[in-house]
């Protein structure tokens, strides 16, 4: 653009009378060595210095910046370069990155020079610079890990579903294989434990349950309990929970070291996990028969004895009797057609009188009330 410019040009012969000692061409450039205005000094030359450093520092924190902020939850790998009492600082990829203390394993301890894999949880740009922070407790690192060490996992043969981690102590992990022929536990275990292990050795040492995905949700939850042996399981759709009931002997085992096993567990099957043993839940379950039978007594105005045989017959809800096929309640010795017949009436009007009561409360009485003239 600069020689193109129509004031900085000239002609051919203008060019030969102006500078005789060049050699000339049309479309030749000819350079003339401008005189230095000022004195340049000390002082002037440091502050130079310093502008064209602070250049520098900028244009290398825009470069990292736009190199790392499309890669948040991304595995990396680095070099530790120093370690501090709050954060270490970690070498990736010619850029410095934060591991805070927080998100060390526990019980870890780096050095200057390890080799270390994070997730890189975190790439905000502020007046120092772009900052890179590092994570190595959460699950997503082990699935990371598998993807990286399994081949299988790396092409979506084998998909490692979720994780869950105590972490520097133990993890679980959920996997499922998208060919019959593959087992997906062996295929992550590896030859004599070989990929398993290098994954525990990346994590300093974390022990790791590898278990097989069910769609299913009990058989998942018994899986996942594992070594632990369940005797049987209930589930309440409504709180997403389950009660595990397990021998007296496994019961310890069930629940792990502090709550490991079961806490772990949960997490891994999205389930919240009560263990109990078969006495505890038998007597849970008088519980909740007794109160059962009690809601009954009181919303279909029924004697005790009734409302026992509703409760063993598994009928707990005013919807239960009042929409399950008449024959259903019919089939009950006790009951003849008559008495069916009633309570599915008294049970319908509560249902009726339950859902106007609900719409009352959502009703806009507050508004009507505040209109001027209405009392």
């Known amino acids: 653009e600069m020689v193109e410019t129509p004031a900085r040009q000239m002609t051919l012969a203008a060019s030969q009378i102006s500078y005789p000692d060049e050699a000339h061409e049309g479309g030749g450039v000819v350079e003339e060595p401008l005189e230095t205005v000022a004195n340049f000094g000390r002082i002037e030359a440091q502050a130079a210095k310093q502008v064209i450093n602070q250049k520098v520092r900028e244009a290398e924190r825009s470069r990292v910046y736009e190199e790392f902020k499309g890669r948040q939850g991304d595995m990396v790998q680095g070099v530790v370069k120093r370690v501090g009492n709050r954060e270490a600082i970690v070498d990736i990829e010619g850029a410095e990155a934060a591991l805070p203390r927080h998100a060390w394993i526990d019980r870890e301890a780096l050095r200057n020079g390890d080799r270390i894999k994070?997730?890189?949880?975190?790439?905000?740009?502020?007046?120092?610079?772009p900052q890179l922070l590092l994570d190595r407790k959460i699950p997503a690192l082990v699935i990371k890990l598998f993807e990286l060490e399994v081949p299988e996992v790396g092409q979506g043969i084998i998909e490692v579903l979720s994780a869950a981690r105590d972490p520097g102590s133990r993890a679980k992990i959920a996997v499922r294989s998208n060919d019959p022929k593959i087992d997906p536990v062996g295929a992550c275990v590896g030859i004599r434990g070989s990929r398993v292990q290098s994954v525990s050795n990346a994590i300093n040492l974390e022990r790791i349950d590898i278990i097989t995905w069910s769609e299913n949700p009990a058989e998942f939850v018994i899986k996942a309990l594992q070594p632990a042996e369940?005797?049987?399981?209930?589930?309440?759709?409504?709180?997403?929970?389950?009660d595990v009931v397990v021998d007296e002997a496994q019961l310890s085992l069930a629940i792990?070291?502090?709550?490991?096993?079961?806490?772990?567990?949960?997490?891994?099957?999205?389930?919240?996990?009560?263990?109990?043993?078969?006495?505890?839940?038998?007597?849970?379950?008088?519980?909740?028969?007794?109160?059962?039978k009690e809601r009954l007594m009181e919303l279909l105005d029924i004697d005790g004895e009734v409302a026992e045989v509703l409760v063993d017959e598994g009928f707990t809800t005013l919807e239960e009797v009042a929409y399950v096929p008449v024959q259903e309640l019919l089939h009950v010795e006790e009951f003849d057609e008559e008495l069916v017949e009633e309570l599915r009436r008294r049970a319908k009007e509560a249902l009726l009188v339950r859902e106007i009561a609900e719409q009352e409360r959502l009703s806009p009485e507050e508004d009507l009330l505040g209109m001027e003239g209405m009392d």
């Open 230 to 242: 369940v005797d049987s399981i209930f589930i309440d759709e409504e709180s997403h929970s389950m």
């Open 118 to 129: 994070a997730i890189l949880t975190e790439v905000r740009s502020d007046t120092r610079g």
């Open 256 to 292: 792990g070291r502090g709550g490991q096993n079961v806490r772990l567990a949960s997490e891994l099957t999205g389930w919240m996990l009560n263990i109990m043993t078969d006495e505890a839940a038998a007597e849970k379950g008088e519980l909740e028969a007794q109160e059962n």
